[in-house]
Every structure is written in C-alpha cells, then in structure tokens.
C-alpha cells in the first residue's frame, strides 16, 4: 500500500511543480529557468520541515517522511531539469546567466533549506 501511496504523491508533486513553475514564469519572466529555480526553491524549504518534524517520530512517522520526502517533494523538485539547463545556457554561450542560475539555485536551496529546518523546529517547539 506504501508503494501506491508513494507513487500518488509523487504523482501530485510533479503536478504541484508545473503549476508553480508556470506562476513563476508568469511572476519573474523569463531572464532565469525561474520554473525550475522556484520549485527547487520551496522543494528545499518544505523538504526541511518534514525532516525537521520527522525527527519528532510522534508528529511524522517512517511513512509519512517516505511519502513526503521522496514521493512528493521528490515529484516537485527538479535537479535533472537544473542540469538541462544550466547546460543548454553554457551551450547558448550565455556563461554569466549559467553561473547566475547555479549560485542562485545552491544558495537559495541551502538558504531555504536552513529556514525549513528552523520552522520545522519552531511546529515541534523545540
């Protein structure tokens, strides 16, 4: 039944991942791949908080995490589509806007990731 479950909300991730991507867009333009940036974004601040809340076995249990972290989050973030892109921009010759995409996506992931943990800490109260 896990596999189902699994299967569904990565299923459900990839869904939420599109319909963001298409509001970034629409939001920021087109000067960066923003429809991968910004899920990758969110995906690193919400991946933070299940695992910070899962740490609290009580609030998250095994399966949930499993479903949460890989299937859903796992569904809405986008390394593969990141690469793609960052090489599509070396292979246009556009080097500053690569470099751009990749310091941004790395510390804005790292950074969001961060705040993920701290509000997952801040539900369990710790």
Do not use: H
């Not at 609030?59 to 690469?83: E, H």
């Amino acid at each position: 039944m896990i596999w189902l479950v699994l299967l569904l909300a990565g299923g459900l991730g990839t869904v939420l991942r599109r319909g963001l991507g298409l509001l970034a867009v629409r939001w920021l333009g087109e000067g960066l791949p923003f429809a991968t940036l910004v899920p990758n974004i969110a995906g690193s601040f919400l991946l933070g908080i299940v695992f910070r809340i899962g740490a609290d076995r009580e609030l998250c249990g095994v399966d949930a995490r499993v479903v949460l972290g890989t299937g859903l989050l796992g569904g809405f973030t986008t390394y593969s589509s990141f690469n793609l892109e960052t090489l599509l921009l070396v292979q246009q010759g556009a080097f500053g806007r690569a470099l751009l995409y990749v310091a941004s996506t790395v510390v804005a992931c790292l950074l969001f990731g961060a705040l993920g943990l701290k509000a997952g800490q801040f539900v369990v109260g710790g």
